[in-house]
C-alpha cells in the first residue's frame, strides 16, 4: 500500500526556518515525481517545489525561490523541504506527493499529475 507521511511542521516566527520531511512506503522512490504542494485556508493548493528522483532535477515556485531547498534523503525513502525566511504568507497546510506516471515529469506542478499524496502537515508563521 503506497504511504506518504509528512512531518516537521509547526509554528515559526517571520524570518524562521522549518524542515519538513516526507517519508514513503510501500514503494521505492526510484524513478518517482515527487513534489510538495501547499493549501492556505479559502485557496486552492498550490505546487511549492519538486524533484525527479531519477535524475535530481528540481523546481521551485517563483514565491519560494531562494528560501525553500528540496532534497531526497538517499539513506531512507524520504524528501525533504527545508523552508528559511520563512513569512506569513508562507501559512499553509503542506502536502507530499508522489507519482511515477510520466506526466508528473511533463507537468510537474499540476496537481493531477500526481495520485499519492500525504495527509498534510501544518505550517503556520506568525509573530
Known amino acids: 500500500q503506497v504511504q506518504l507521511v509528512e512531518s516537521g511542521g509547526g509554528l515559526s516566527q517571520p524570518g524562521g526556518s522549518l524542515r519538513l520531511s516526507c517519508v514513503a512506503s510501500?514503494?521505492?522512490?526510484?524513478?518517482?515525481?515527487m513534489a510538495w504542494f501547499r493549501q492556505a485556508a479559502g485557496k486552492e493548493r498550490e505546487a511549492v517545489s519538486y524533484?525527479?528522483?531519477?535524475?535530481?532535477?528540481?523546481y521551485y515556485a517563483d514565491f519560494v525561490k531562494g528560501r525553500f531547498t528540496i532534497s531526497r534523503d538517499s539513506a531512507a525513502d524520504m524528501i525533504n523541504l527545508q523552508m528559511k525566511d520563512l513569512k506569513p504568507e508562507d501559512t499553509a497546510v503542506y502536502y507530499c506527493?508522489?507519482?511515477?506516471?510520466?506526466?508528473?515529469?511533463?507537468?510537474?506542478?499540476?496537481?493531477?499529475?500526481?495520485?499519492?499524496w500525504g495527509q498534510g502537515t501544518q505550517v503556520t508563521v506568525s509573530s
Open positions: 510501500g514503494f521505492t522512490l526510484e524513478k518517482t515525481a
Open positions: 524533484i525527479s528522483i531519477k535524475d535530481g532535477t528540481t
Open positions: 506527493a508522489a507519482s511515477t506516471a510520466a506526466i508528473a515529469w511533463m507537468y510537474p506542478f499540476d496537481v493531477h499529475s500526481y495520485k499519492a
